[in-house]
């Protein structure tokens, strides 16, 4: 019973590792491939949200996903991410269409934003948000915590291994006394 929740637990470990090597050389791979883009998991690209301006829709430390959407389809109140300038992104609620553009502003800001949107500066719209996990993303696109999500699941899974192959060892020992 032990040995089959170790082997559980070792196979767990090994396939998380797989995934996350996967993830990231996907997003290398995406990212060398096309610089001036936007690396997407099926379509869908993560953003980490950096201030407070859209309380309590999400805070700073949330990552926000969002999805390609024709301008056309765009409506008020729709939440949309969007260039400003060459490498800023902003993701605030529009809040009124015009022939220029579109009208946005943060939901907990006072004052709507001092440039209208133009349709090819949209980057998607907001599909869904994952709560504090920006956290986690800036932690691992740290040289930290890269050696670490690396690292610690094969070191663990080595001394899981060890910790087997010396059991097997003085179980074969004893069997032989």
Known sequence: MYKRILKIVSSAIV????????????????????????????????FTVLSNSMQPSFSAGDMVFVKDKPASEIAVNDVITFKEGERKLITHRVV??????????????????????????????HAFTIPKAGYVSKFVSSPVGITLLILVPLLGYLLLEIYDLITRFLSRKEKTV
């Not at 440039?115 to 980057?123: G, H, L, N, R």
């Open 15 to 46: 396939f998380c590792m797989l995934i996350s090597i996967g993830s990231l050389l996907y997003i290398t791979y995406q990212g060398s491939k096309n610089p001036d883009e936007i690396p997407s998991f099926f379509g869908y690209k993560p």
């Open 96 to 125: 009124e269409q015009t022939n220029q553009g579109f009208v946005t502003k943060g939901d907990n800001n006072n004052v709507i934003d001092s440039e209208i949107v133009a349709s090819d500066d949209v980057v998607g719209t």
